[in-house]
């Protein structure tokens, strides 16, 4: 079979078995719901039946989606100007009975009432599993996020919010609780109330035509690497750190947000595909054991793309990096067009940091323990680059070479 006909294949056997899947949830949560307003109502719940699909199939089915969500996405996304307003999204965010999320889930210390939050239509942008907006909490200007998920992500970030709510650093975005709108009967819409940042993320300021400077990148990297160490010494892996994950508030302070994919550390965990494929560790790919060096190869690529101001695997579609960082980064060869090298003309110290990061063997990368140590270093080293030599280092591009490779002829080892 030719790999073209095999991809076709398993788009096709993906989509059936996440139709499935999801029909199996959808008539689960229906018969719940029944069950709960029986018991409300001093009633024997009535038997209901579900499709005809085990539990545990379900579940391993469900895991098998999020594996192969790489494979179902569109390999470009859709541009709509349109942008959604508060009441246009309630048709597909997570909603359930208030009693049933208020007993799945402790939320009681985390909740903020909604008369006390003045919602907008002023759309900020997009995160994981929702649409963030523009609100007023407690006389300041605050980002609502408005979950959009199935219920199963929607209770997934729930819980994150209990654990969000302990974290407590000045680089972190700070997370002010959760609000239960339940304005329309027996519906619970729910919105997360977090920090809002006027200067937008490291994206902009990475994309920007003006160099960053020798000040704002050591501050920033310092910045990051404490805010990811103190992450990690609470036992927690974060799992997609990229520039639009970094955000600058009024005063260009750091604030590491979007926890949407980060997960309390469980020894030897094996992780899904999740993250930002240009980001994302080779450990992950290979779906072997991870660490929090996931992250150290995430700040790796970040670190890079701050020095060099240029976007990591530019022109290259994203099934291929997921392919190739996997298939070159966990070989010895460093070679390969897809390892990012430093400029010629870097500094000893940071083209150490890159490489260092950027190492095959997870436990061979630095710690951010170690990292932090290693920033001051950094600094003191480009006290004795000029600004010349500095703006240099962006002009250097990294050499990516057949970026109009397509996925579908690449071979399968």
């Not at 250097?396 to 579908?408: A, H, I, R, V």
Request: hydrophobic share 35%; proline share 4%; glycine share 4%.
């Amino acid at each position: 079979m030719k790999l073209k006909d095999l991809e076709k294949k398993v788009r096709r056997e993906a989509r059936n078995v996440e139709h499935e899947v999801r029909h199996f949830l959808q008539e689960t949560r229906r018969n719940r719901r029944r069950e709960q307003v029986n018991v409300e109502n001093n009633a024997q719940p009535k038997s209901t039946s579900t499709p005809s699909i085990n539990k545990d199939e379900a579940a391993n089915l469900a895991e098998q989606i999020d594996d192969l969500s790489f494979s179902t996405a569109p390999s470009t996304p859709t541009n709509d100007s349109k942008q959604p307003e508060w009441n246009e999204v309630e048709e597909n965010i997570g909603t359930g009975t208030l009693s049933e999320i208020n007993t799945s889930i402790d939320i009681t210390d985390s909740t903020i009432p909604v008369s006390e939050v003045t919602f907008t239509d002023n759309v900020l942008g997009g995160g994981t599993f929702g649409v963030i907006f523009l609100g007023i909490y407690q006389g300041q200007a605050v980002a609502i996020k408005r979950l959009i998920c199935q219920d199963k992500n929607a209770r997934n970030e729930i819980k994150n919010i209990k654990t969000l709510l302990k974290l407590k650093h000045k680089n972190l975005l700070k997370t002010f609780g959760i609000c239960l709108d339940n304005r329309k009967k027996n519906i619970v819409y729910s919105t997360i109330v977090m920090e809002y940042c006027r200067n937008g993320n490291l994206r902009t300021q990475v994309d920007d035509a003006k160099r960053i400077t020798k000040f704002f990148f050591i501050k920033w990297i310092k910045e990051i690497a404490d805010a990811m160490l103190y992450l990690h010494d609470c036992n927690i892996v974060h799992r997609d750190l990229k520039p639009e994950n970094v955000l600058l508030d009024e005063l260009f302070d750091i604030r590491v947000c979007d926890f949407g994919l980060c997960r309390e550390l469980e020894a030897t965990a094996a992780m899904s595909y999740c993250g930002t494929f240009a980001y994302m560790a080779p450990e992950i790919i290979a779906q072997q054991p991870c660490s929090t060096k996931v992250d150290v190869w995430s700040f790796g690529v970040l670190f890079w793309e701050m020095l060099t101001q240029s976007r990591p695997y530019a022109g290259i579609i994203s099934g291929r990096v997921l392919l190739e960082i996997g298939k070159h980064c966990l070989a010895t060869d460093k070679n390969s067009s897809f390892y990012l090298h430093p400029p010629q003309e870097c500094p000893e110290q940071i083209a150490a940091m890159i490489n260092e990061c950027l190492l095959n063997d997870p436990h061979a990368r630095p710690s951010f323990s170690i990292i932090t140590r290693r920033i001051p270093f950094i600094e003191e080293e480009l006290n004795y680059v000029d600004d010349t030599q500095w703006a240099l280092l962006r002009l250097e591009q990294s050499n990516f070479s057949d970026t109009s490779q397509d996925l579908t002829t690449l071979s399968m080892s």
